[in-house]
């Protein structure tokens, strides 16, 4: 089993490329807060709103996150994306997720999408499905930045490569997961 965790801020772009990917690629995608929520409802009948897991005990849902990612991929042989964060944005600002949760998850390698903060911020505010704090173009940028650093030291300390792609560039991206799928 290889999983390549493809990481950066919600809006970035993470869902959309890794769903182009899949028509080329044999992949299972599994996406963090799904974990967590598919978790909550095999333990408690109940779930939160996305919204919820951001503003709860997100380290405490890491452990959820990771229940779900271990029963869901017992026995997969394919490539696993990882579609999730390196800091998310809790009630009292920005959270690290410990590189620890990483390495559980076996992750081969770390793919990082940026893009521009204003258009993370209008791809954020015209997503009326989810429900995400409105923040500047300027506190995005500062989030973006943050995160990657956060990525690096987790790569770092796993001893795993880091890719940084632009959040739109789908050859790239494919290419990268490609390099690890073969």
Excluded at 76 to 97: C, E, K
Excluded at 103 to 116: D, R, T
């Amino acid at each position: 089993m290889k999983t390549v965790a493809v990481v950066g801020l919600s809006g970035v772009g993470k869902s959309t490329l890794i769903q182009q990917a899949a028509m080329n690629i044999e992949l299972l995608h599994l996406q963090a807060s799904a974990l967590i929520k598919l978790e909550q409802e095999y333990r408690a009948g109940s779930v939160c709103t996305s919204e919820e897991l951001r503003l709860g005990p997100v380290l405490d849902n890491q452990a959820l996150m990771l229940a779900a990612f271990t029963r869901l991929t017992h026995g997969v042989r394919s490539l696993i994306v990882f579609d999730g964060h390196t800091i998310i944005d809790g009630a009292a600002g920005p959270i690290s997720i410990p590189a620890n949760v990483f390495k559980a998850l076996g992750c081969v390698k770390m793919v990082f999408l940026w893009n521009e903060p204003e258009v993370i911020a209008q791809r954020r505010n015209a997503d009326y499905r989810r429900d995400r704090p409105a923040l500047s173009p300027e506190v995005l940028r500062q989030h973006q930045e943050l995160a990657e650093r956060a990525g690096r030291e987790i790569c770092g300390e796993l001893d795993i490569s880091l890719k940084v792609i632009k959040g739109t560039d789908r050859n790239a991206f494919q290419e990268c997961l490609l390099d690890h799928h073969r």
